[in-house]
């Protein structure tokens, strides 16, 4: 009796009840959100059941395909940040967490961290940072965390100390988004963003000759560090203009400096 088949023959929803406040017909922007309409909608939560989907696999409901939807590709101002989960001294491997706004951000009050197990949705939009402050509107993430066991239901993880970690490290990482880009959707930065140093034209003609493929390694840790919010104590314009002739080696960092801020300034543009 609890479900409902009427409201709409192509899905199979949840009846809504007075008494719980919950309300299916609602027309604001975050009552009509996928945060909230896969509390009551099956086709809205099989959407995003499953982190990536084979080609050769879907899923029908009631007679139509349910369309997948990526919830990474509805966030602006992405950032991927790298986390490195430790068990008794013991490294878990790492996981890349996507994290960003809402395209509909600062209309809509959500939050939280969608938390996959081996590609399959355990927590959707999980509320880390809580709901008492508007520290956290509009940041939503996306991360896959294979080192920790779900429940029997795969309605949430057992409660290990590697969780709570992960639940410390994501709340702090709401927040340290939220202070460095709030200021992009209209909020008052408390944190300013810092930008890539501009290098000089005679610098940029001088390594314009120079193969990327020795630095590929090397760089990418790089940029993920820089992602992770690690500071990385880049040099300034006045001493990329005027390198210090001493040694090979500050030679080859400031090469592999000019290439670092070549591909930050490329992935800004993208």
Request: glycine share 6%.
């Amino acid at each position: 009796m609890e479900l409902d088949f009427q409201s709409d023959p192509e899905d199979i929803r949840i009846s809504c009840d007075a008494e719980s406040g919950k309300s299916c017909s609602s027309t604001s922007v975050s009552d009509l959100h996928l945060a909230n309409t896969l509390q009551y909608s099956l086709r809205a939560y099989l959407s995003i059941l499953y982190l990536k989907i084979p080609e050769n696999f879907c899923i029908w409901l009631r007679g139509r395909i349910v369309e997948y939807h990526n919830i990474a590709r509805d966030l602006k101002y992405p950032e991927f940040i790298v986390y490195k989960p430790q068990n008794g001294g013991c490294k878990e491997g790492s996981v890349i967490t996507s994290i960003g706004f809402l395209k509909e951000a600062p209309l809509v009050n959500i939050h939280g961290f969608n938390v996959y197990h081996r590609k399959r949705l355990i927590l959707p939009f999980w509320n880390v940072a809580g709901s008492s402050t508007a520290r956290s509107r509009g940041v939503v993430g996306v991360l896959e965390a294979n080192f920790i066991q779900p429940t029997h239901n795969k309605q949430d993880f057992e409660k290990t100390p590697l969780f709570q970690k992960l639940e410390n490290r994501l709340k702090e990482m709401t927040w340290e988004y939220w202070d460095y880009h709030c200021g992009l959707i209209g909020y008052h930065a408390t944190k300013r963003l810092h930008k890539p140093s501009q290098v000089s034209s005679e610098s940029r003609q001088k390594h314009a000759t120079t193969k990327r493929k020795d630095h590929d390694h090397s760089i990418e840790p790089e940029i993920l560090k820089r992602k992770a919010g690690l500071r990385v104590n880049l040099t300034g314009p006045e001493s990329i203009q005027n390198p210090p002739a001493t040694t090979t080696t500050s030679h080859l960092e400031d090469q592999e400096l000019v290439l670092l801020l070549k591909e930050n300034k490329r992935l800004y543009a993208r």
